[in-house]
């Protein structure tokens, strides 16, 4: 019996016009080999059904073997985590990263039609375009993989996996130091750089070992360069926050040279959070803000304030810092909740939410300011670690009391006592 299970109809419509639909549920129809082998390196083009439309999709290798063992088949119905909408054969085709089989061997639900009419003529075999490589079992011309204008440059929104030959444009935003990491069988480098084409579209470019030699010293932030010839494949989100699913990795024969006028003007690709929203954000959320800032380096000079935006901050939990300072100098050193609550004698929570509360006179500042030059004992933590080269060291309060000066006059009589028979055995 088949199980009930209702598609979205017309889901096809919202794919094309975001990335962001949560796990949209459609129905594979069709299938076909684009490489002369039958393994796990083959890649397929496929058609989807939403119960309305279909639409040409291509699926990420990984899946291949999903085909060959006939665990995916027509029918089947597919729920995509993860996937992007690209201009592929002169159209516009579904790339799917991510996916997972709900239900397989389905009947067909619905009548489909094709939301773009040339991908209709292509499957037809209608189209006269120059062909590429396609199965001989579905008798379907492909035509040529092309999104390159008319100077021959592809936007960065138009690049996608599957493409062999490509060039873009654009300034780099940022770039990164050379990093060295080790493993148990070799030594590598690597460093990456950011390039933002006229468009606003951002994306990573990625060089490893001798690669990043080359191309480390051409490389210049603001500057605007043309590169052709790489691998393009799905980012890797835990180390890129970048909003694109793609990433670019440079071999030995790509083409990096600069350019004049790769991007005219300032081009800015920021979604900016406002900074009452920062709140709100999970931890490690990366966030653009913009702001006013004022410079604090000499109080008693003029105020200047200036307009200040970060790209790619992190969102972290707020580790107080309270500045500790003896007779023979100062540091800064990290409190957590607790040590800050018998610091403060308030939470954290509640000191936040002191600044919305107006039936009282306290607030956060005034706390705060009732605690400085207040003298305790302090138990500190201490580690050292290297950033950038440098040494740094890091001290976090593990314990704090309050002064009890009967026993520390008890404890200080008694030192000066052992120093002055030590000052007497030594005169004697």
Same mark, same amino acid.
């Given at each position: 019996?088949?199980?009930?299970?209702?598609?979205?109809?017309?889901?096809?419509?919202?794919? +094309?016009?975001?990335? !962001?639909?949560? /796990?949209?549920?459609?129905?594979?129809? /069709?299938?076909?080999?684009?490489?002369?082998?039958?393994?796990?390196?083959?890649?397929?083009?496929?058609?989807?059904?939403?119960?309305?439309?279909?639409?040409?999709?291509?699926?990420?290798?990984?899946?291949?073997?999903?085909?060959?063992?006939?665990?995916?088949? =027509?029918?089947?119905?597919?729920?995509?985590?993860?996937?992007?909408?690209?201009?592929?054969?002169?159209?516009?085709?579904? =790339?799917?990263?991510?996916?997972?089989?709900?239900?397989?061997?389905?009947?067909?639900?619905?009548?489909?039609?094709? *939301?773009?009419?040339?991908?209709?003529?292509?499957?037809?075999?209608? !189209?006269?375009?120059?062909?590429?490589?396609? /199965?001989?079992?579905?008798?379907?011309?492909?035509?040529?993989?092309?999104?390159?204008? /008319?100077?021959? =440059?592809?936007? *960065?929104?138009?690049?996608?996996?599957?493409?062999?030959?490509?060039?873009?444009?654009?300034?780099?935003?940022?770039?990164?130091?050379?990093?060295?990491?080790?493993?148990?069988?070799?030594?590598?480098?690597?460093?990456?750089?950011?390039?933002?084409?006229?468009?606003?579209?951002?994306?990573?470019?990625?060089?490893?070992?001798? =690669?990043?030699?080359?191309?480390?010293?051409?490389?210049?932030?603001?500057?605007?360069?043309?590169?052709?010839?790489?691998?393009?494949?799905?980012? &890797?989100?835990?180390?890129?926050?970048?909003?694109?699913?793609?990433?670019?990795?440079?071999?030995?024969?790509? $083409? *990096?040279?600069?350019?004049?006028? #790769?991007?005219?003007?300032?081009?800015? #690709?920021?979604?900016?959070?406002?900074?009452?929203?920062?709140?709100?954000?999970?931890?490690?959320?990366?966030?653009?803000?913009?702001?006013?800032?004022? !410079?604090?380096?000499?109080?008693?000079?003029?105020? $200047?304030?200036?307009?200040?935006?970060?790209?790619?901050?992190?969102?972290?939990?707020? +580790?107080?810092?309270?500045?500790?300072? !003896?007779?023979?100098?100062?540091?800064?050193?990290?409190?957590?909740?607790?040590?800050?609550?018998? *610091?403060?004698?308030?939470?954290? &929570?509640?000191?936040?939410?002191?600044?919305?509360?107006?039936?009282?006179?306290?607030?956060?500042?005034?706390?705060?300011?009732?605690?400085?030059?207040?003298?305790?004992?302090?138990?500190?933590?201490?580690? $050292?670690?290297?950033?950038?080269?440098?040494?740094?060291?890091? #001290?976090?309060?593990?314990?704090?009391?309050?002064? %009890?000066?009967?026993?520390?006059?008890?404890?200080?009589?008694? %030192?000066?006592?052992?120093?002055?028979?030590?000052?007497?055995?030594?005169?004697?």
């Amino acid at each position: 019996m088949q199980p009930e299970i209702q598609l979205t109809s017309h889901e096809i419509l919202s794919i +094309n016009a975001r990335d !962001d639909v949560p /796990s949209p549920i459609l129905q594979l129809l /069709s299938f076909e080999n684009l490489t002369d082998s039958e393994d796990v390196s083959s890649q397929y083009r496929i058609v989807l059904f939403d119960g309305t439309h279909m639409q040409l999709s291509i699926l990420s290798p990984k899946y291949s073997d999903l085909l060959l063992s006939n665990t995916l088949k =027509i029918g089947s119905m597919l729920s995509m985590a993860s996937f992007a909408c690209r201009n592929v054969w002169n159209t516009r085709v579904i =790339i799917i990263f991510n996916l997972a089989i709900k239900f397989t061997n389905l009947a067909l639900f619905g009548k489909p039609r094709y *939301l773009f009419k040339e991908q209709e003529q292509q499957m037809l075999g209608r !189209d006269t375009s120059p062909t590429s490589k396609c /199965s001989l079992k579905f008798g379907i011309h492909m035509p040529s993989v092309q999104h390159e204008t /008319s100077d021959n =440059i592809s936007p *960065l929104k138009a690049l996608n996996p599957f493409q062999n030959k490509w060039s873009i444009k654009g300034r780099v935003t940022n770039k990164r130091k050379m990093h060295h990491y080790s493993s148990p069988k070799s030594s590598r480098r690597v460093f990456s750089f950011d390039m933002i084409d006229v468009e606003g579209t951002e994306i990573r470019i990625t060089c490893f070992g001798d =690669i990043a030699e080359m191309h480390y010293h051409r490389v210049e932030a603001r500057a605007n360069y043309c590169l052709s010839k790489g691998t393009i494949r799905e980012a &890797k989100t835990k180390w890129n926050k970048l909003n694109n699913h793609l990433e670019i990795t440079l071999d030995h024969n790509s $083409i *990096l040279k600069r350019c004049d006028a #790769a991007v005219n003007g300032e081009v800015n #690709a920021s979604r900016f959070t406002s900074i009452n929203e920062i709140m709100y954000c999970s931890n490690n959320t990366l966030v653009d803000v913009i702001g006013l800032g004022e !410079d604090l380096k000499n109080m008693h000079a003029t105020q $200047i304030v200036v307009v200040l935006a970060v790209n790619n901050a992190h969102v972290g939990y707020f +580790n107080g810092k309270i500045m500790l300072q !003896d007779h023979t100098d100062s540091l800064w050193a990290t409190a957590f909740d607790e040590i800050g609550k018998n *610091l403060l004698n308030i939470s954290a &929570k509640d000191l936040y939410m002191l600044q919305y509360d107006l039936t009282t006179a306290r607030t956060p500042q005034s706390i705060i300011k009732d605690v400085v030059l207040l003298s305790f004992i302090f138990t500190l933590s201490i580690t $050292i670690d290297m950033y950038n080269s440098h040494t740094r060291i890091k #001290a976090t309060i593990t314990k704090a009391t309050t002064i %009890d000066f009967q026993v520390e006059c008890a404890l200080l009589l008694a %030192d000066i006592a052992r120093m002055s028979a030590v000052v007497e055995i030594q005169t004697n």
